[in-house]
């Protein structure tokens, strides 16, 4: 290619979620409410789980932490569509949007293995229940954060390394509401072959070993959960594992979704459908499903309120 009839671009124009501007203030309005719910509720855990020794436990602190990265993806990705909602002309610096594909990626990796971690957590506290604070000691605990983020941090640079390495020409118009790795390849001039490769290697192994490990602890699980004689404790297993398995179902089956089909099944429309699921109604819902409907949590938020009412 002749580099020198290349005209290289600085800026990016995102079509955001829908092209029909009569819908732009409903949906301005429903992103809205959703990201404020979803700051409320996932800076409220933050700081219950913060202040409140009774829920410094295993289970807790990995509820903390994927407060924190749900807090954190979520403020990558609404603010910017909330401008565009609003915006007659919805631009990205190429600086912001390389920035924004790498914490977009950064922070959904590490929600994978976070969700791993936290059933990896349930399967000792059920089948190995008198092994549990050994097996999840603060070492322990602190060692898988940490592979967690690193994890996350090797993910999403091998998909913004990548994605520097391409060239992209005249046209600049993404078909998403934010810079997602498939509507750029698609923008791409110069060949996306290692790209695609990569995308299918880091996101299988983001999905497939996150998946096949819940998979298996819930076989463990399932099957202690049945050997249980009480009938209030079992009813208290189910509860605590249908929750984990509704997030994790909607989260990795999304982006499975997204990521896993082939590009002539999928549709981009389809995609930023699919994408809206894992990166703005899974962090609302994170904190409601997992804490609110929690006993432990009730109890830690009423005692939390009434100190500050008596104070």
């Not at 809205?32 to 020794?53: D, E, M, P, Q, R």
């Not at 990626?105 to 293995?113: D, G, K, N, R």
């Not at 998403?176 to 001039?189: G, N, R």
Request: net charge neutral; hydrophobic share 45%.
């Amino acid at each position: 290619m002749d580099t020198k009839n290349i005209s290289f671009i600085t800026e990016f124009i995102l079509v955001g979620l829908t092209e029909y501007t009569e819908t732009h203030f409903p949906f301005f309005f429903l992103f809205l409410g959703i990201y404020v719910i979803t700051v409320a509720g996932n800076l409220g855990l933050l700081t219950l789980i913060g202040t409140n020794s009774a829920l410094h436990t295993p289970m807790y602190y990995f509820l903390f932490n994927l407060s924190f990265i749900d807090l954190c993806y979520s403020t990558v990705i609404t603010p910017k569509l909330l401008v565009n909602f609003l915006s007659e002309r919805n631009t990205i610096s190429y600086e912001g949007c390389m920035t924004q594909l790498y914490f977009y990626c950064f922070f959904v990796s590490a929600e994978c293995y976070v969700l791993t971690v936290m059933a990896y957590d349930r399967y000792v506290a059920i089948c190995k229940p008198l092994l549990y604070t050994v097996t999840m000691s603060p070492q322990v605990c602190s060692l898988l954060t940490l592979i967690v983020y690193v994890g996350a941090f090797i993910g999403a640079w091998a998909h913004t390394g990548c994605m520097l390495r391409l060239t992209f020409c005249k046209d600049n118009t993404i078909n998403h509401y934010m810079c997602d790795i498939l509507p750029l390849l698609e923008l791409s001039c110069s060949s996306t072959s290692i790209n695609e490769l990569v995308v299918f290697i880091v996101v299988g192994f983001d999905v497939g070993v996150p998946s096949i490990t819940i998979i298996v602890s819930y076989t463990f699980i399932l099957s202690s959960i049945l050997h249980i004689h009480s009938t209030e404790g079992r009813s208290k297993a189910f509860s605590t594992c249908s929750s984990h398995i509704i997030v994790v179902s909607v989260f990795f089956g999304s982006g499975a979704f997204m990521y896993l089909h082939p590009s002539s099944v999928l549709s981009m429309d389809q995609g930023k459908v699919s994408t809206v699921f894992y990166t703005i109604v899974v962090p609302m819902l994170n904190p409601l499903i997992y804490s609110f409907r929690n006993k432990e949590v009730k109890i830690a938020l009423r005692k939390t309120l009434s100190m500050k009412i008596f104070s």
